[in-house]
T-cell receptor, first 115, second 112 residues
Framework: GAVVSQHPSRVICKSGTSVKIECRSL??????MFWYRQFPKQSLMLMAT?????????EQGVEKDKFLINHASLTLSTLTVTSAHPEDSSFYIC???????????FGPGTRLLVL | QKEVEQDPGPLSVPEGAIVSLNCTYS??????FMWYRQYSRKGPELLMY????GNKEDGRFTAQVDKSSKYISLFIRDSQPSDSATYLC????????????FGAGTRLAVHP
């Protein structure tokens, strides 16, 4: 199957700092990528849909000014958690949609810990 | 009522058993169905992708879709301890952004 990478895999930061997470589709072009958040022992919660060349679409309740998404190219989307606080600590996972079947492949996830 | 219902388990089986994992859904517009496997602290891995009623087999895995009953299943034959993970069903309606709708995930433990 197709490969999606994420970087970094783990990050620890101080409260108030910003953190950027990268998501790349390695062997296909993805016009659409998705960002999810997952709490322990819970299913994935969609945060936003990222489209190349246009603004991201955020799910209800997700602060777009706090979670900045940029889909810079057909293989790269970034999520920036601005002014991170301890409650933002979570497991963040991206996925990329591979045409033509529109199958979604997931990255390995990024574990964020805000102290 | 959730759009996709999945028993979270946990489900514990002995090695070699046949495992049956199931999801029901309420939206008859769902056209594409997937099963993902997620190990602890990892991203989900795509196992099966189907879009029509019937069975699809891949090695020890068989995905079954019954659109008339709005019911999908994943069968794992000759289960191994390495199959211990959380299994997520997911589905979407074609068109638009094809947002995946997930089940809650079933935690499976296969013990030697």
């Amino acid at each position: 199957g197709a490969v999606v990478s994420q970087h970094p895999s783990r990050v620890i930061c101080k409260s108030g700092t910003s953190v950027k997470i990268e998501c790349r589709s390695l062997d296909f072009q993805a016009t659409t990528m998705f960002w999810y958040r997952q709490f322990p022992k819970q299913s994935l919660m969609l945060m936003a849909t990222s489209n190349e060349g246009s603004k991201a679409t955020y799910e209800q309740g997700v602060e777009k000014d706090k979670f900045l998404i940029n889909h810079a190219s057909l293989t790269l989307s970034t999520l920036t958690v601005t002014s991170a606080h301890p409650e933002d600590s979570s497991f963040y996972i991206c996925s990329a949609r591979e045409p033509p079947k529109d199958t979604q492949y997931f990255g390995p996830g990024t574990r964020l810990l805000v102290l | 009522q959730k759009e996709v219902e999945q028993d979270p388990g946990p489900l514990s089986v002995p090695e070699g058993a046949i495992v049956s994992l199931n999801c029901t859904y309420s939206n008859s517009a769902f056209q594409y169905f997937m099963w993902y496997r997620q190990y602890s602290r990892k991203g989900p891995e795509l196992l099966m992708y189907t879009y029509s009623s019937g069975n699809k087999e891949d090695g020890r895995f068989t995905a079954q879709v019954d659109k008339s009953s709005k019911y999908i299943s994943l069968f794992i034959r000759d289960s191994q301890p390495s199959d211990s993970a959380t299994y997520l069903c997911a589905m979407f309606v074609s068109g638009g952004y094809n947002k995946l709708i997930f089940g809650a995930g079933t935690r499976l433990a296969v013990h030697p």
